[in-house]
């Protein structure tokens, strides 16, 4: 495990535009100046310390508090290569799953809302705390997403997102 001088010894992190560059490298193929890790395929950026891969967004983290979160790393704006402070918060791993961006699986274009053939309905339901809420059948997909909303908004707070 790295330890925050550590890190400031060979990486500079830029709070504004959530961008680490090399201070250091013992790598001949890496310049000082560059811009540190690789982007994933979960589009995610990974830097490697010491043989050891770290998220970026984790490390932001640790270069500007001097601990590692004890749970993860929220990127509010969901775009989760953009480590600038202003958009990481700690959060655990439910409040994370709140601020999820709508599945690529949904067909209504709703987050939370589906639709129900047999009743010829769109059904609104949310999950909390690892339990799915009914929160009820609605005529159009807006009514069933509005009452998604009105929920997330109560359980999830500041962590609630319903795009």
Not at 127 to 147: D, F, M, Q, V, W
């Amino acid at each position: 495990m790295i330890t925050q001088s550590e890190l400031k010894e060979v990486l500079e992190y830029n709070p504004d535009t959530g961008v680490f560059t090399w201070k250091k490298t013992n790598n001949p193929r890496i310049k000082s100046g560059t811009i540190a890790g690789t982007i994933d395929r979960n589009a995610y950026r990974r830097i490697t310390l010491n043989g050891e891969r770290y998220m970026a967004n984790r490390l932001a983290y640790f270069y500007m508090t001097g601990n590692f979160p004890e749970n993860q790393v929220d990127h509010i704006n969901h775009i989760r290569d953009d480590n600038r402070w202003s958009n990481l918060r700690p959060a655990t791993k439910l409040e994370n799953q709140a601020n999820a961006k709508i599945s690529k699986r949904n067909t209504t274009g709703y987050k939370g809302v589906s639709y129900d053939k047999r009743r010829n309905k769109y059904r609104a339901e949310i999950c909390h705390n690892h339990n799915r809420i009914k929160l009820g059948s609605y005529t159009t997909a807006p009514e069933a997403h509005n009452a998604y909303i009105s929920m997330a908004k109560k359980l999830n707070k500041e962590f609630a997102c319903w795009k």
